[in-house]
């Protein structure tokens, strides 16, 4: 049995932002992120105005965990053990004759076990967290109106996609409210975002008394980050973290050497000059594992002081924390706390409509009907019996890659520091490193295969 994990034992605790320590309200920024690309579409690159009329129902399809083959407008979920659980063409799921015709149980023509496979590459895309999914929804339907419209069977509009990333999205997009997501977002920040809830924020504390050096290690850009921080932390925010690092292009934060991607300062959010090495805690934009690992040894006068990263991204986050740096991991899964059906009137009540609401889905975390748990599915073709029952691509690098899982930081703010968590890899079991409890279609599959 490996040793349990626990916060106590480390010298070095790690945040992403963005759906980590910051917890966005679903309902509200899925539909403004969606709005954000479908808008650049329609009025800058000539789509088709049903793009921008979205129903409750179409929210349906986003599903974490999904890859699109930018090619032929498939989008596909995986098995752990490469073949195709379910696919659709756009929204429109195959059926079980199509599928079989399609892959043919088959290992997907571009999955490679363990490290082997990229997220992203120019073939397909893999929908991998919460601002990923609303571009799933949009993408799936360019699918369906280029099929119905023009008949197309091959496709090219991903070069627009990236198009309205960087329109929305790029580094300077804040500074100039460019888009629609920034300035929608600086309007009324409390309508999108969750505040910090107090147990997290005493807990921070308390991390921050008994020691640790606290690191929020961030992709988005520092004025936005300072902007979240200050909304769901308040103003003195900085003073409980000793290292902030902005615009970190994870994964490459991790994977990429010192000389291919330095550390650089920032003056009123301008990026200055590279720096060789990172001699001092405190705020700087880009850099490398590799350089802030030296400065956290000298932080710590430990030759190998153990660190443990929170994050809420498998591509970004997990994999490339532990791969490349052999951190601690602890994965932010939302999931589990939607693994059972969504039934409307948990929804929130519709009061006055903002410019971008519409009618509210499902939460982005809770089952898809189209395509099923996150966590498993059945083969090809047959029911749900105990022979049939397969883990998915996504639930097996969960259990590869995460120290533990958990459905927020909440859920662990009110244990004492030295609580033992049971890792992942302690029994080779499925479903030991997820608490408080571990998702039902796992429980279920566990109970099953164990019999």
Not at 164 to 175: E, T, V
Not at 205 to 230: P, W
Not at 240 to 252: C, E, H, Q, S
Not at 387 to 414: F, G, M, N, V
Request: proline share 6%; with cysteine.
């Amino acid at each position: 049995m490996a040793q349990p994990f626990s916060l106590a034992a480390c010298d070095v605790v790690g945040f992403d932002l963005d759906h980590t320590l910051c917890r966005y309200n679903l309902p509200q920024s899925a539909p403004l992120i969606y709005h954000s690309f479908a808008q650049f579409l329609v009025k800058e690159k000539g789509y088709d105005k049903e793009l921008l009329t979205v129903t409750p129902e179409d929210w349906d399809f986003c599903c974490k965990g999904l890859a699109l083959d930018l090619e032929d407008g498939n989008f596909i979920k995986l098995a752990d053990n490469g073949t195709v659980l379910r696919a659709s063409h756009g929204t429109r799921m195959l059926a079980p004759e199509e599928l079989a015709k399609e892959y043919g149980g088959k290992e997907w023509k571009y999955f490679m076990p363990d490290t082997g496979m990229a997220f992203r590459s120019g073939k397909y895309y893999f929908y991998d967290n919460y601002f990923d999914l609303p571009g799933a929804l949009l993408c799936a339907r360019v699918v369906d109106l280029l099929t119905k419209n023009n008949g197309q069977k091959a496709f090219d509009f991903w070069k627009d996609i990236v198009a309205g990333i960087q329109h929305n999205y790029k580094m300077s997009a804040f500074k100039e409210n460019c888009g629609i997501y920034f300035p929608e977002i600086k309007r009324d920040p409390g309508k999108y975002l969750h505040s910090c809830p107090e147990s997290v924020k005493k807990w921070l504390q308390q991390l921050k008394n008994a020691g640790k050096i606290l690191m929020l290690i961030t992709s988005s850009h520092s004025d936005y980050c300072r902007l979240l921080c200050n909304h769901i932390l308040g103003n003195d925010f900085a003073d409980l973290f000793d290292i902030v690092i902005t615009n970190a292009l994870k994964p490459g934060f991790f994977s990429h050497l010192p000389s291919q991607r330095p550390f650089r300062t920032l003056e009123n959010d301008e990026e200055q000059e590279a720096l060789p090495s990172l001699d001092k805690p405190g705020w700087y934009s880009q850099g490398n594992a590799v350089h802030l690992y030296e400065l956290l040894k000298k932080m710590t006068g430990k030759p190998e002081p153990k660190v443990v990263y929170f994050g809420d991204s498998m591509h970004s986050d997990i994999f490339p924390a532990r791969h490349y740096s052999n951190w601690e991991t602890v994965l932010i899964l939302e999931e589990l706390k939607g693994d059972g059906e969504w039934k409307p009137e948990e929804a929130e009540p519709l009061g006055k409509k903002g410019k971008y609401e519409g009618q509210k889905g499902k939460p982005l975390y809770s089952l898809s009907k189209k395509w099923g748990s996150f966590f498993t599915d059945s083969i090809l073709g047959l029911e749900n019996t105990e022979d049939s029952l397969i883990s998915t691509w996504s639930c097996k690098r969960i259990s590869t890659y995460s120290t533990i899982a958990i459905p927020s930081i909440e859920a662990i703010a009110e244990l004492p520091l030295d609580h033992k968590f049971t890792r992942f890899s302690s029994d080779g079991s499925k479903t030991a490193g997820y608490y408080p409890n571990p998702p039902l279609a796992l429980s279920s599959f566990e109970t099953l295969t164990n019999k």
